[in-house]
């Protein structure tokens, strides 16, 4: 194999990084239709990593409540394939996220 070829194949697997600013933009553009899937570290312990499909609520993740958690760095999420309908995330402990059929890693 080429050293081109094999560098692709890098690009491949590797995964593409973005801001946090620009997580949190294409987190809000989540809808009950067009889900995003976090993968994080829990931050309760004992720790362990999870993953759910979560998005975006207007009414829920925009509440007073939400605004409250988010001066600590969290956010309350709609996740429809959990028991009790949501979750609620700290920003730091989150590995990856798949959106639109891309995954991705967030800088901060």
């Known amino acids: 194999m080429t050293q081109n070829k094999v ?3 890098i690009y491949k697997f590797a995964l593409p990084e ?4 620009q997580f949190m933009d294409m987190l809000k553009s989540t809808t009950s239709s067009n889900r995003m899937f976090i993968k994080w570290r829990t931050a309760i312990p004992p720790t362990h990593r999870t ?5 975006w609520g207007q009414f829920f993740s925009g ?4 605004m409250t958690k988010e001066f600590e760095g969290m956010v309350n999420l709609v996740a429809p394939n959990t028991i009790e309908g949501w979750r609620t995330l700290t920003y730091e402990n989150i590995s990856s996220f798949k959106f639109e ?3 991705y890693k967030i800088i901060y």
């Open 101 to 103: 059929g891309k995954t």
């Open 7 to 9: 560098i692709k194949n």
């Open 18 to 21: 973005v801001s946090f600013f």
């Open 63 to 66: 509440s007073d409540q939400s």
């Open 51 to 55: 993953s759910h499909e979560v998005y």
